[in-house]
Protein backbone atom coordinates (compact mmCIF):
# COMPACT_ATOMS: atom_id res chain seq x y z
CA UNK A 1 0.00 0.00 0.00
CA UNK A 2 1.33 3.33 -0.90
CA UNK A 3 2.35 5.74 1.97
CA UNK A 4 0.17 9.46 2.22
CA UNK A 5 1.92 12.35 3.14
CA UNK A 6 -0.58 15.30 3.30
CA UNK A 7 0.32 18.28 4.71
CA UNK A 8 -2.10 20.60 6.90
CA UNK A 9 -5.00 17.98 7.43
CA UNK A 10 -6.69 18.94 10.37
CA UNK A 11 -8.22 16.60 12.53
CA UNK A 12 -10.32 18.78 14.75
CA UNK A 13 -8.06 21.36 13.90
CA UNK A 14 -4.76 20.00 14.58
CA UNK A 15 -2.76 20.35 11.79
CA UNK A 16 -0.04 17.38 11.10
CA UNK A 17 1.78 15.23 8.60
CA UNK A 18 -0.25 11.83 7.87
CA UNK A 19 1.89 8.91 6.61
CA UNK A 20 0.32 5.40 5.83
CA UNK A 21 2.01 1.89 6.09
CA UNK A 22 2.01 -1.57 6.81
CA UNK A 23 4.43 -1.53 8.98
CA UNK A 24 6.23 1.43 11.33
CA UNK A 25 9.98 -0.13 13.33
CA UNK A 26 10.95 2.43 15.49
CA UNK A 27 14.42 2.37 15.85
CA UNK A 28 17.47 2.09 13.72
CA UNK A 29 19.88 0.15 15.74
CA UNK A 30 20.27 -3.60 14.45
CA UNK A 31 17.31 -5.10 15.50
CA UNK A 32 14.96 -2.54 14.25
CA UNK A 33 16.99 -2.40 10.55
CA UNK A 34 16.90 -6.38 10.75
CA UNK A 35 12.83 -5.88 11.56
CA UNK A 36 12.34 -3.41 8.31
CA UNK A 37 14.20 -5.53 5.80
CA UNK A 38 11.80 -8.98 6.94
CA UNK A 39 8.91 -6.84 6.78
CA UNK A 40 9.74 -5.47 3.19
CA UNK A 41 10.71 -8.60 1.78
CA UNK A 42 7.57 -10.07 2.83
CA UNK A 43 6.32 -7.18 0.26
CA UNK A 44 5.04 -4.52 3.42
CA UNK A 45 5.00 -0.88 3.15
CA UNK A 46 7.41 -0.20 5.83
CA UNK A 47 8.94 2.65 7.69
CA UNK A 48 11.59 2.93 9.69
CA UNK A 49 11.83 5.61 12.81
CA UNK A 50 15.26 6.97 14.21
CA UNK A 51 14.75 9.45 16.68
CA UNK A 52 18.35 10.39 15.98
CA UNK A 53 20.65 9.79 12.51
CA UNK A 54 20.40 6.77 10.54
CA UNK A 55 22.94 4.38 11.54
CA UNK A 56 23.43 6.00 14.76
CA UNK A 57 22.39 3.58 17.08
CA UNK A 58 23.65 2.01 20.46
CA UNK A 59 24.09 -1.26 18.78
CA UNK A 60 27.77 0.15 17.79
CA UNK A 61 28.83 -0.25 21.87
CA UNK A 62 28.77 -3.63 20.80
CA UNK A 63 32.21 -3.79 20.19
CA UNK A 64 33.62 -7.33 20.92
CA UNK A 65 31.21 -10.10 18.44
CA UNK A 66 28.21 -11.69 18.08
CA UNK A 67 27.92 -14.76 19.60
CA UNK A 68 27.22 -17.72 17.67
CA UNK A 69 28.30 -21.16 17.62
CA UNK A 70 29.69 -22.00 14.35
CA UNK A 71 32.37 -23.92 15.32
CA UNK A 72 35.00 -21.99 12.98
CA UNK A 73 38.10 -22.25 16.11
CA UNK A 74 36.64 -24.98 18.42
CA UNK A 75 34.69 -27.69 16.32
CA UNK A 76 33.62 -28.93 19.95
CA UNK A 77 31.05 -25.52 20.11
CA UNK A 78 27.22 -26.34 18.97
CA UNK A 79 24.19 -24.68 19.66
CA UNK A 80 23.21 -26.98 22.82
CA UNK A 81 26.39 -25.42 24.50
CA UNK A 82 25.83 -21.90 23.48
CA UNK A 83 22.19 -22.53 24.96
CA UNK A 84 23.90 -23.94 28.22
CA UNK A 85 26.12 -20.59 28.60
CA UNK A 86 23.19 -18.46 28.15
CA UNK A 87 21.07 -20.08 30.37
CA UNK A 88 23.60 -20.28 33.49
CA UNK A 89 24.67 -16.50 32.35
CA UNK A 90 21.00 -15.77 33.38
CA UNK A 91 21.18 -17.79 36.13
CA UNK A 92 18.05 -19.86 34.55
CA UNK A 93 15.45 -16.67 34.35
CA UNK A 94 15.76 -16.26 30.89
CA UNK A 95 12.91 -17.69 28.89
CA UNK A 96 14.27 -21.15 27.72
CA UNK A 97 12.39 -20.68 24.19
CA UNK A 98 14.30 -17.76 23.18
CA UNK A 99 17.28 -18.73 24.35
CA UNK A 100 16.97 -22.28 22.61
CA UNK A 101 15.95 -20.38 19.18
CA UNK A 102 18.69 -17.73 19.78
CA UNK A 103 21.13 -20.53 20.30
CA UNK A 104 20.27 -22.39 16.87
CA UNK A 105 19.29 -19.55 14.86
CA UNK A 106 22.81 -17.15 15.17
CA UNK A 107 24.90 -18.79 13.03
CA UNK A 108 22.71 -18.50 9.95
CA UNK A 109 22.34 -14.80 11.56
CA UNK A 110 26.02 -14.51 11.02
CA UNK A 111 26.30 -16.26 7.69
CA UNK A 112 23.78 -13.94 6.68
CA UNK A 113 25.07 -11.05 7.22
CA UNK A 114 28.53 -12.37 5.41
CA UNK A 115 26.47 -12.74 2.28
CA UNK A 116 24.70 -9.03 2.90
CA UNK A 117 28.58 -7.71 2.81
CA UNK A 118 29.52 -8.11 6.30
CA UNK A 119 33.55 -8.25 6.34
CA UNK A 120 34.50 -10.23 9.55
CA UNK A 121 37.99 -11.03 10.46
CA UNK A 122 39.04 -14.46 9.10
CA UNK A 123 40.82 -17.49 10.40
CA UNK A 124 44.07 -18.37 8.97
CA UNK A 125 42.04 -21.02 6.74
CA UNK A 126 39.31 -18.04 5.65
CA UNK A 127 36.49 -18.73 8.09
CA UNK A 128 34.99 -15.83 10.22
CA UNK A 129 37.03 -15.55 12.81
CA UNK A 130 35.78 -16.30 16.64
CA UNK A 131 37.21 -15.05 20.00
CA UNK A 132 36.87 -15.44 23.77
CA UNK A 133 34.28 -13.34 25.69
CA UNK A 134 32.92 -13.41 29.29
CA UNK A 135 30.82 -16.81 30.13
CA UNK A 136 31.55 -18.42 27.02
CA UNK A 137 32.48 -22.27 26.97
CA UNK A 138 34.43 -21.63 23.37
CA UNK A 139 35.60 -18.92 21.15
CA UNK A 140 32.12 -17.73 19.84
CA UNK A 141 32.13 -14.31 19.13
CA UNK A 142 31.81 -13.39 15.09
CA UNK A 143 33.86 -10.51 15.16
CA UNK A 144 35.51 -7.34 13.28
CA UNK A 145 38.41 -5.79 15.27
CA UNK A 146 36.56 -4.27 18.18
CA UNK A 147 34.04 -2.48 15.80
CA UNK A 148 31.65 -5.59 15.38
CA UNK A 149 28.16 -3.71 15.88
CA UNK A 150 29.58 -0.60 13.66
CA UNK A 151 30.29 -2.96 10.75
CA UNK A 152 26.71 -4.91 11.91
CA UNK A 153 25.17 -1.20 11.22
CA UNK A 154 27.20 -0.45 8.21
CA UNK A 155 26.40 -3.87 6.73
CA UNK A 156 21.88 -3.53 7.65
CA UNK A 157 22.02 -0.04 5.97
CA UNK A 158 23.86 -1.20 3.17
CA UNK A 159 21.05 -4.13 2.81
CA UNK A 160 18.79 -1.29 3.22
CA UNK A 161 20.14 1.17 0.74
CA UNK A 162 19.73 -1.81 -1.44
CA UNK A 163 16.45 -2.98 -1.35
CA UNK A 164 15.59 0.58 -1.80
CA UNK A 165 17.73 0.89 -4.82
CA UNK A 166 15.87 -2.25 -6.27
CA UNK A 167 12.84 -0.31 -5.79
CA UNK A 168 13.18 2.27 -7.64
CA UNK A 169 13.84 0.61 -10.66
CA UNK A 170 11.07 -2.05 -10.42
CA UNK A 171 8.80 0.69 -9.60
CA UNK A 172 10.80 4.28 -10.45
CA UNK A 173 10.59 5.28 -6.16
CA UNK A 174 13.34 4.13 -4.22
CA UNK A 175 10.74 4.67 -1.19
CA UNK A 176 8.04 2.86 -2.25
CA UNK A 177 8.10 0.10 -0.08
CA UNK A 178 10.77 1.06 2.43
CA UNK A 179 10.96 4.89 3.89
CA UNK A 180 13.63 6.12 6.48
CA UNK A 181 12.59 9.18 8.93
CA UNK A 182 15.70 10.68 10.86
CA UNK A 183 15.08 12.90 13.82
CA UNK A 184 11.54 12.17 14.42
CA UNK A 185 10.34 11.15 18.24
CA UNK A 186 7.46 8.93 18.34
CA UNK A 187 5.49 9.74 22.02
CA UNK A 188 2.26 7.81 21.62
CA UNK A 189 0.94 4.28 20.16
CA UNK A 190 -2.26 4.69 18.74
CA UNK A 191 -4.60 2.31 19.44
CA UNK A 192 -8.50 1.48 17.72
CA UNK A 193 -9.80 -0.19 20.60
CA UNK A 194 -7.25 -3.18 22.07
CA UNK A 195 -5.77 -2.97 18.44
CA UNK A 196 -2.50 -1.05 17.54
CA UNK A 197 -3.35 1.44 14.70
CA UNK A 198 -0.16 3.32 14.50
CA UNK A 199 2.12 5.91 16.32
CA UNK A 200 2.35 9.78 16.85
CA UNK A 201 5.22 11.61 17.04
CA UNK A 202 7.33 15.19 16.16
CA UNK A 203 10.10 16.11 14.15
CA UNK A 204 12.67 17.34 16.12
CA UNK A 205 13.79 19.90 14.51
CA UNK A 206 10.66 21.72 13.84
CA UNK A 207 8.39 20.23 16.27
CA UNK A 208 5.97 19.49 13.54
CA UNK A 209 3.84 16.49 14.55
CA UNK A 210 3.19 13.36 12.51
CA UNK A 211 0.87 10.39 12.35
CA UNK A 212 1.53 6.68 11.26
CA UNK A 213 -1.39 4.87 10.52
CA UNK A 214 -0.44 1.36 10.36
CA UNK A 215 -1.97 -2.06 11.67
CA UNK A 216 1.76 -3.35 12.94
CA UNK A 217 4.27 -1.52 14.90
CA UNK A 218 7.21 -3.02 16.17
CA UNK A 219 9.32 -1.26 18.93
CA UNK A 220 13.15 -1.62 18.60
CA UNK A 221 14.30 1.45 20.75
CA UNK A 222 17.01 0.11 22.68
CA UNK A 223 18.24 0.52 26.55
CA UNK A 224 17.44 2.61 29.24
CA UNK A 225 20.62 4.28 30.63
CA UNK A 226 20.42 7.43 30.93
CA UNK A 227 18.07 7.05 33.72
CA UNK A 228 21.30 6.65 35.81
CA UNK A 229 24.57 8.81 36.02
CA UNK A 230 26.92 7.01 34.67
CA UNK A 231 26.18 5.07 31.75
CA UNK A 232 27.86 4.08 28.12
CA UNK A 233 24.46 4.90 26.61
CA UNK A 234 24.02 7.89 24.15
CA UNK A 235 21.49 10.66 24.58
CA UNK A 236 18.73 8.27 23.03
CA UNK A 237 18.73 5.85 25.68
CA UNK A 238 15.52 7.36 27.57
CA UNK A 239 13.53 4.20 27.60
CA UNK A 240 11.00 5.58 24.88
CA UNK A 241 10.05 1.69 24.10
CA UNK A 242 9.57 0.47 27.64
CA UNK A 243 7.50 3.79 28.42
CA UNK A 244 5.56 3.52 25.12
CA UNK A 245 4.68 -0.31 25.79
CA UNK A 246 3.33 0.55 29.18
CA UNK A 247 1.37 3.54 28.16
CA UNK A 248 -0.33 1.30 25.78
CA UNK A 249 -1.74 -1.45 27.40
CA UNK A 250 1.74 -4.07 27.38
CA UNK A 251 3.73 -5.05 30.46
CA UNK A 252 7.38 -5.18 30.86
CA UNK A 253 9.22 -8.22 32.48
CA UNK A 254 12.07 -8.44 35.12
CA UNK A 255 13.16 -4.83 35.40
CA UNK A 256 15.02 -5.30 38.10
CA UNK A 257 17.79 -6.75 35.93
CA UNK A 258 20.36 -4.08 35.17
CA UNK A 259 23.56 -5.05 33.35
CA UNK A 260 26.40 -2.91 34.61
CA UNK A 261 29.26 -3.62 32.24
CA UNK A 262 31.97 -3.99 34.29
CA UNK A 263 34.74 -1.62 32.50
CA UNK A 264 33.71 1.81 31.40
CA UNK A 265 36.49 4.61 31.18
CA UNK A 266 36.63 6.16 34.66
CA UNK A 267 39.00 8.93 33.67
CA UNK A 268 38.96 11.56 32.58
CA UNK A 269 35.61 12.82 34.14
CA UNK A 270 34.41 14.11 30.36
CA UNK A 271 34.53 10.01 28.93
CA UNK A 272 33.53 8.21 32.50
CA UNK A 273 31.34 5.36 31.01
CA UNK A 274 32.80 5.19 27.59
CA UNK A 275 32.50 1.46 26.72
CA UNK A 276 35.83 -0.46 26.69
CA UNK A 277 35.05 -3.92 25.21
CA UNK A 278 35.30 -6.93 27.10
CA UNK A 279 37.42 -8.09 24.42
CA UNK A 280 40.45 -6.71 26.11
CA UNK A 281 39.86 -9.39 28.68
CA UNK A 282 39.00 -12.05 26.20
CA UNK A 283 42.50 -10.97 24.51
CA UNK A 284 44.32 -11.66 27.61
CA UNK A 285 44.26 -8.96 29.60
CA UNK A 286 44.28 -8.87 33.71
CA UNK A 287 42.05 -6.87 36.06
CA UNK A 288 44.46 -5.63 39.29
CA UNK A 289 43.76 -3.31 41.85
CA UNK A 290 46.43 -0.61 43.52
CA UNK A 291 48.15 -3.49 45.05
CA UNK A 292 49.02 -5.32 41.79
CA UNK A 293 46.89 -7.74 42.89
CA UNK A 294 44.74 -9.96 40.00
CA UNK A 295 41.48 -9.76 42.97
CA UNK A 296 39.07 -11.70 40.46
CA UNK A 297 40.17 -15.37 42.20
CA UNK A 298 38.69 -14.36 45.03
CA UNK A 299 35.48 -13.64 43.19
CA UNK A 300 34.50 -16.87 42.22
CA UNK A 301 30.92 -17.79 43.12
CA UNK A 302 30.21 -21.53 44.07
CA UNK A 303 28.33 -21.87 41.42
CA UNK A 304 31.45 -21.02 38.76
CA UNK A 305 33.82 -23.01 40.84
CA UNK A 306 34.11 -25.74 38.72
CA UNK A 307 34.54 -23.48 35.67
CA UNK A 308 37.10 -20.60 36.09
CA UNK A 309 40.66 -21.08 37.23
CA UNK A 310 41.64 -20.29 41.02
CA UNK A 311 44.92 -19.71 40.80
CA UNK A 312 47.54 -17.63 37.83
CA UNK A 313 49.10 -20.68 36.43
CA UNK A 314 46.08 -22.23 35.40
CA UNK A 315 44.54 -19.08 34.23
CA UNK A 316 47.69 -18.06 31.96
CA UNK A 317 47.94 -21.87 30.19
CA UNK A 318 44.03 -21.47 29.16
CA UNK A 319 44.92 -19.07 26.73
CA UNK A 320 47.08 -21.66 24.68
CA UNK A 321 45.16 -25.12 25.76
CA UNK A 322 41.35 -23.94 26.57
CA UNK A 323 40.59 -27.85 26.86
CA UNK A 324 42.58 -29.04 29.50
CA UNK A 325 42.34 -25.73 31.87
CA UNK A 326 39.47 -23.70 33.72
CA UNK A 327 38.99 -20.11 32.26
CA UNK A 328 40.34 -16.89 33.70
CA UNK A 329 37.84 -15.53 36.45
CA UNK A 330 38.40 -12.00 34.35
CA UNK A 331 35.90 -14.05 32.06
CA UNK A 332 33.43 -14.13 34.33
CA UNK A 333 29.69 -13.23 33.58
CA UNK A 334 29.59 -9.18 33.57
CA UNK A 335 27.48 -9.29 36.68
CA UNK A 336 30.36 -11.20 38.76
CA UNK A 337 33.21 -8.63 37.54
CA UNK A 338 31.38 -5.80 37.99
CA UNK A 339 30.42 -6.68 41.87
CA UNK A 340 33.80 -7.74 41.99
CA UNK A 341 35.32 -4.40 41.15
CA UNK A 342 32.86 -2.53 43.01
CA UNK A 343 33.94 -4.53 46.03
CA UNK A 344 37.56 -3.75 45.51
CA UNK A 345 36.95 0.13 45.12
CA UNK A 346 34.81 0.25 48.46
CA UNK A 347 37.76 -2.02 49.90
CA UNK A 348 40.11 0.80 49.57
CA UNK A 349 41.84 -1.05 46.92
CA UNK A 350 40.61 1.21 43.81
CA UNK A 351 42.36 3.14 41.15
CA UNK A 352 43.88 6.83 41.71
CA UNK A 353 40.31 7.57 39.47
CA UNK A 354 37.65 5.11 41.40
CA UNK A 355 38.23 2.31 39.54
CA UNK A 356 40.49 -0.64 38.99
CA UNK A 357 43.14 -1.20 36.25
CA UNK A 358 42.80 -3.50 33.26
CA UNK A 359 46.23 -4.42 31.66
CA UNK A 360 46.75 -5.94 28.26
CA UNK A 361 50.06 -4.48 27.90
CA UNK A 362 51.83 -7.52 29.32
CA UNK A 363 50.37 -10.05 27.23
CA UNK A 364 50.28 -8.84 23.71
CA UNK A 365 52.83 -6.97 21.77
CA UNK A 366 52.28 -3.33 20.94
CA UNK A 367 51.36 -4.29 17.29
CA UNK A 368 49.13 -7.32 18.08
CA UNK A 369 47.02 -5.07 20.40
CA UNK A 370 46.82 -2.23 17.66
CA UNK A 371 45.70 -4.79 15.69
CA UNK A 372 43.13 -6.44 17.64
CA UNK A 373 41.95 -3.80 19.62
CA UNK A 374 42.67 -0.42 17.36
CA UNK A 375 39.73 1.32 18.22
CA UNK A 376 40.99 0.82 22.44
CA UNK A 377 43.85 2.09 21.46
CA UNK A 378 42.79 5.26 19.47
CA UNK A 379 39.91 5.69 21.92
CA UNK A 380 42.05 5.75 25.40
CA UNK A 381 45.21 7.50 23.24
CA UNK A 382 43.13 10.19 21.97
CA UNK A 383 40.86 10.74 24.92
CA UNK A 384 42.88 9.93 28.09
CA UNK A 385 46.27 10.79 26.84
CA UNK A 386 47.10 6.43 27.91
CA UNK A 387 49.07 3.90 25.73
CA UNK A 388 47.46 0.98 26.38
CA UNK A 389 50.17 -1.10 24.59
CA UNK A 390 52.38 0.55 27.59
CA UNK A 391 49.86 1.27 30.48
CA UNK A 392 47.08 -0.34 31.86
CA UNK A 393 43.45 1.22 31.40
CA UNK A 394 41.44 2.36 34.86
CA UNK A 395 37.98 0.88 34.31
CA UNK A 396 34.96 0.64 36.39
CA UNK A 397 31.24 -0.73 36.04
CA UNK A 398 28.72 1.63 33.87
CA UNK A 399 25.37 1.08 32.84
CA UNK A 400 25.25 -0.35 30.00
CA UNK A 401 22.18 -3.04 29.69
CA UNK A 402 18.83 -3.24 30.80
CA UNK A 403 17.87 -7.50 30.56
CA UNK A 404 14.26 -6.35 31.48
CA UNK A 405 11.77 -5.46 28.86
CA UNK A 406 8.66 -5.88 26.81
CA UNK A 407 7.24 -9.53 27.73
CA UNK A 408 7.06 -10.62 24.32
CA UNK A 409 6.34 -14.06 22.35
CA UNK A 410 9.23 -15.79 21.61
CA UNK A 411 8.42 -17.38 18.28
CA UNK A 412 6.74 -13.74 16.68
CA UNK A 413 7.84 -10.92 19.30
CA UNK A 414 4.21 -10.06 19.84
CA UNK A 415 4.05 -7.73 22.79
CA UNK A 416 2.27 -9.09 25.48
CA UNK A 417 -1.67 -8.10 25.60
CA UNK A 418 -1.85 -5.47 22.86
CA UNK A 419 -2.55 -6.58 19.23
CA UNK A 420 -0.42 -5.41 16.52
CA UNK A 421 2.42 -4.74 19.05
CA UNK A 422 6.20 -6.08 18.64
CA UNK A 423 8.90 -5.79 20.06
CA UNK A 424 12.79 -6.89 19.83
CA UNK A 425 16.83 -5.92 20.58
CA UNK A 426 16.98 -4.40 24.09
CA UNK A 427 13.55 -3.32 24.98
CA UNK A 428 11.85 -6.74 24.90
CA UNK A 429 12.68 -9.10 28.16
CA UNK A 430 13.30 -12.51 28.47
CA UNK A 431 15.90 -13.66 26.23
CA UNK A 432 18.73 -12.75 28.44
CA UNK A 433 17.39 -13.78 32.06
CA UNK A 434 19.21 -12.03 35.05
CA UNK A 435 22.31 -11.23 33.01
CA UNK A 436 23.34 -11.05 29.51
CA UNK A 437 26.48 -12.42 28.93
CA UNK A 438 28.29 -10.37 26.29
CA UNK A 439 28.41 -11.16 22.65
CA UNK A 440 25.00 -12.17 22.80
CA UNK A 441 23.40 -8.74 21.96
CA UNK A 442 24.33 -8.72 18.54
CA UNK A 443 23.07 -12.38 17.75
CA UNK A 444 19.79 -11.08 19.81
CA UNK A 445 19.34 -8.33 17.80
CA UNK A 446 19.41 -10.38 14.47
CA UNK A 447 17.55 -13.51 15.87
CA UNK A 448 14.52 -11.48 17.19
CA UNK A 449 15.01 -8.67 14.79
CA UNK A 450 14.22 -10.92 11.62
CA UNK A 451 11.24 -12.24 14.16
CA UNK A 452 9.52 -9.70 15.00
CA UNK A 453 9.80 -8.30 11.41
CA UNK A 454 8.19 -11.61 10.20
CA UNK A 455 5.95 -11.48 13.02
CA UNK A 456 4.63 -7.99 11.97
CA UNK A 457 4.14 -9.24 8.66
CA UNK A 458 2.33 -12.57 9.22
CA UNK A 459 -0.39 -10.06 11.40
CA UNK A 460 -0.29 -7.86 8.69
CA UNK A 461 -1.45 -10.26 5.97
CA UNK A 462 -3.65 -12.54 7.89
CA UNK A 463 -5.58 -9.79 9.31
CA UNK A 464 -9.26 -10.03 8.61
CA UNK A 465 -11.69 -7.35 8.09
CA UNK A 466 -10.91 -4.03 7.88
CA UNK A 467 -7.49 -2.30 9.02
CA UNK A 468 -7.51 -0.40 12.67
CA UNK A 469 -8.01 2.95 12.17
CA UNK A 470 -7.15 6.24 14.03
CA UNK A 471 -9.62 8.51 15.52
CA UNK A 472 -10.35 12.00 15.87
CA UNK A 473 -10.36 11.85 19.57
CA UNK A 474 -7.13 9.70 19.53
CA UNK A 475 -5.14 12.49 17.48
CA UNK A 476 -6.45 15.09 20.02
CA UNK A 477 -5.41 12.85 22.66
CA UNK A 478 -1.98 11.98 21.00
CA UNK A 479 -1.70 16.22 20.17
CA UNK A 480 -2.60 17.13 23.63
CA UNK A 481 -0.04 14.64 25.51
CA UNK A 482 2.85 16.54 23.26
CA UNK A 483 1.84 19.48 24.36
CA UNK A 484 1.87 18.69 27.50
CA UNK A 485 5.17 20.76 28.50
CA UNK A 486 3.78 24.07 26.84
CA UNK A 487 0.18 23.99 28.70
CA UNK A 488 1.47 23.44 31.93
CA UNK A 489 1.37 25.67 34.83
CA UNK A 490 4.46 25.79 36.70
CA UNK A 491 8.15 26.45 36.37
CA UNK A 492 10.12 23.27 36.79
CA UNK A 493 13.13 22.62 34.95
CA UNK A 494 13.72 19.52 32.97
CA UNK A 495 17.47 19.68 33.20
CA UNK A 496 17.19 19.84 36.89
CA UNK A 497 15.02 17.25 37.29
CA UNK A 498 16.75 14.04 35.06
CA UNK A 499 20.10 15.36 37.14
CA UNK A 500 18.23 14.35 40.36
CA UNK A 501 16.62 11.20 38.59
CA UNK A 502 19.90 9.96 37.87
CA UNK A 503 21.53 10.71 40.96
CA UNK A 504 18.72 8.57 42.79
CA UNK A 505 19.11 5.91 40.32
CA UNK A 506 23.00 5.73 40.53
CA UNK A 507 22.39 5.93 44.29
CA UNK A 508 20.14 3.93 45.53
CA UNK A 509 18.88 1.69 42.64
CA UNK A 510 22.46 0.47 41.21
CA UNK A 511 24.99 -1.61 41.45
CA UNK A 512 24.41 -3.12 45.33
CA UNK A 513 20.95 -2.38 46.67
CA UNK A 514 19.15 -3.12 50.30
CA UNK A 515 14.90 -2.07 51.18
CA UNK A 516 15.94 1.17 53.16
CA UNK A 517 17.40 2.30 49.76
CA UNK A 518 15.14 0.77 47.72
CA UNK A 519 12.30 2.34 49.80
CA UNK A 520 13.98 5.51 49.67
CA UNK A 521 14.54 5.91 46.23
CA UNK A 522 10.68 5.53 45.57
CA UNK A 523 9.78 8.07 47.92
CA UNK A 524 12.17 10.19 45.67
CA UNK A 525 11.12 9.44 42.08
CA UNK A 526 8.09 9.73 43.12
CA UNK A 527 8.56 13.50 44.40
CA UNK A 528 10.15 13.96 41.06
CA UNK A 529 7.10 12.63 39.35
CA UNK A 530 5.03 14.94 41.19
CA UNK A 531 7.12 17.90 40.48
CA UNK A 532 7.50 16.50 36.55
CA UNK A 533 3.64 17.43 36.18
CA UNK A 534 4.88 20.91 36.43
CA UNK A 535 7.95 20.83 33.66
CA UNK A 536 7.24 23.69 31.44
CA UNK A 537 9.16 24.07 28.21
CA UNK A 538 9.95 27.46 26.76
CA UNK A 539 9.63 29.18 23.88
CA UNK A 540 8.89 26.92 20.83
CA UNK A 541 8.90 23.73 19.33
CA UNK A 542 11.57 24.49 17.04
CA UNK A 543 15.37 23.99 17.84
CA UNK A 544 14.00 23.14 21.60
CA UNK A 545 16.42 20.35 23.46
CA UNK A 546 14.41 21.61 27.03
CA UNK A 547 11.32 20.64 24.90
CA UNK A 548 12.71 17.22 23.81
CA UNK A 549 14.03 16.07 27.67
CA UNK A 550 10.80 17.31 29.31
CA UNK A 551 9.04 14.04 26.70
CA UNK A 552 12.02 12.11 27.58
CA UNK A 553 12.04 12.91 30.98
CA UNK A 554 8.11 11.37 31.72
CA UNK A 555 9.63 7.99 29.82
CA UNK A 556 12.81 7.65 32.59
CA UNK A 557 10.47 8.15 35.62
CA UNK A 558 8.21 5.20 34.10
CA UNK A 559 11.50 3.25 33.58
CA UNK A 560 13.33 3.67 36.90
CA UNK A 561 10.09 3.42 39.07
CA UNK A 562 9.76 0.09 37.29
CA UNK A 563 13.65 -0.99 38.14
CA UNK A 564 13.31 0.44 41.66
CA UNK A 565 10.09 -1.86 42.83
CA UNK A 566 10.84 -4.68 40.88
CA UNK A 567 14.08 -4.81 42.51
CA UNK A 568 12.14 -3.86 46.15
CA UNK A 569 10.40 -7.46 45.33
CA UNK A 570 12.80 -9.90 44.53
CA UNK A 571 14.37 -10.52 47.43
CA UNK A 572 17.64 -12.69 46.68
CA UNK A 573 20.84 -11.73 44.84
CA UNK A 574 20.26 -12.87 40.52
CA UNK A 575 22.61 -12.14 37.92
CA UNK A 576 21.96 -8.12 37.48
CA UNK A 577 20.19 -8.09 40.65
CA UNK A 578 22.13 -7.47 44.11
CA UNK A 579 20.78 -7.11 47.25
CA UNK A 580 23.25 -6.70 50.37
CA UNK A 581 20.26 -7.75 52.66
CA UNK A 582 19.31 -11.05 51.37
CA UNK A 583 23.01 -11.72 49.82
CA UNK A 584 22.05 -15.11 47.85
CA UNK A 585 20.64 -16.58 45.30
CA UNK A 586 17.00 -18.65 46.40
CA UNK A 587 15.73 -21.26 43.92
CA UNK A 588 12.34 -20.18 45.18
CA UNK A 589 12.36 -17.28 43.45
CA UNK A 590 14.10 -18.42 40.49
CA UNK A 591 10.52 -19.72 40.00
CA UNK A 592 9.16 -15.73 39.82
CA UNK A 593 9.61 -13.68 37.12
CA UNK A 594 7.80 -9.70 37.35
CA UNK A 595 5.84 -8.46 35.11
CA UNK A 596 5.51 -4.56 35.07
CA UNK A 597 2.41 -2.81 34.40
CA UNK A 598 0.83 1.27 34.08
CA UNK A 599 -2.70 1.85 34.92
CA UNK A 600 -2.42 5.22 33.96
CA UNK A 601 -1.47 6.79 37.28
CA UNK A 602 0.91 3.90 39.01
CA UNK A 603 3.28 1.54 38.37
CA UNK A 604 2.00 -1.99 39.61
CA UNK A 605 4.40 -5.18 39.77
CA UNK A 606 3.17 -8.69 40.20
CA UNK A 607 4.99 -11.83 40.12
CA UNK A 608 4.22 -14.56 37.58
CA UNK A 609 5.56 -18.46 37.52
CA UNK A 610 8.56 -18.55 35.30
CA UNK A 611 8.19 -22.01 32.59
CA UNK A 612 10.12 -24.84 33.52
CA UNK A 613 12.53 -25.69 31.23
CA UNK A 614 11.43 -29.09 29.36
CA UNK A 615 12.60 -32.36 29.91
CA UNK A 616 14.80 -32.91 26.83
CA UNK A 617 16.68 -29.24 27.39
CA UNK A 618 17.06 -29.35 31.07
CA UNK A 619 18.85 -33.19 30.43
CA UNK A 620 22.07 -30.89 28.93
CA UNK A 621 22.71 -30.27 32.30
CA UNK A 622 24.28 -32.21 34.92
CA UNK A 623 22.19 -32.85 37.96
CA UNK A 624 24.93 -31.40 40.32
CA UNK A 625 24.48 -27.96 38.60
CA UNK A 626 20.88 -27.98 38.03
CA UNK A 627 20.34 -28.22 42.43
CA UNK A 628 22.35 -25.03 42.64
CA UNK A 629 19.45 -23.20 40.64
CA UNK A 630 16.47 -25.73 41.03
CA UNK A 631 14.22 -26.77 43.94
CA UNK A 632 14.51 -30.24 44.78
CA UNK A 633 10.23 -30.39 43.49
CA UNK A 634 11.06 -29.16 40.47
CA UNK A 635 13.96 -31.38 39.65
CA UNK A 636 11.59 -34.65 40.87
CA UNK A 637 8.92 -32.98 37.95
CA UNK A 638 12.23 -33.77 35.29
CA UNK A 639 11.41 -30.95 33.66
CA UNK A 640 8.05 -30.02 31.79
Same mark, same amino acid.
Given at each position: ?23 ? %? ?5 ? =? ?14 ? !?? +? ?37 ? =? ?11 ? *? ?6 ? !??? /? ?57 ? @? ?25 ? +? ?82 ? $? ?52 ? %???? !? ?12 ? =? ?31 ? !? ?9 ? +? ?19 ? @? ?12 ? &??? /?????? &? ?52 ? #? ?54 ? #???? /? ?7 ? &? ?9 ? *? ?27 ? &? ?9 ? /?? *????? $? ?16
Amino acid at each position: MMADKNLGIKASDIALERYRFDVV %VIGAGGA =GLRAAVEARQAGLRTA !II +CKSLFGKAHTVMAEGGAAAAMGNVNDNDNWKVHFRDTMR =GGKFLNNWRMAEL *HAKESPDR !IWE /LETWGALFDRTKDGRISQRNFGGHEFPRLAHVGDRTGLELIRTMQQKIVAMQQKDKAQF @GDAEKYLKVFAELTITSIVKDGEKVAG +CYGYWRESGDEVLFEAPAVVLATGGIGKSFKITSNSWEGTGDGHALALKAGSALVDMEFVQFHPTGMVWPPSVRGILVTESVRG $DGGVLTNNKGERFMFNYIPDVFRDKYADNVEEADRWYKDQNNNRRPPELLPRDE %VARA !INAEVKAGRGSEHG =GVYLDVSKRLPAEEIKRRLPSMWHQFKELADVD !ITQSPMEVGPT +CHYVMGGVKVDPDTAAAYGVP @GLFAAGEVAGGMHG &SNR /LGGNSL &SDLLVFGRRAGAGAAHYVQSFKGDRPEVSIAAIEKAHEHLNAPFTRDGSENPYT #LHQELQQVTQDLVGIIRNEGELKDALVKLENIRQRATKVKATGGRAFNPGFHLAID #LENM /LLVSESIAR &SALERQESRGG *HTRDDYPKMDPQWRQHNHLTQWNGKNIDV &SPEKAAMLPEE /LL *HLFEM $DELKKYFTEKELTKGGS
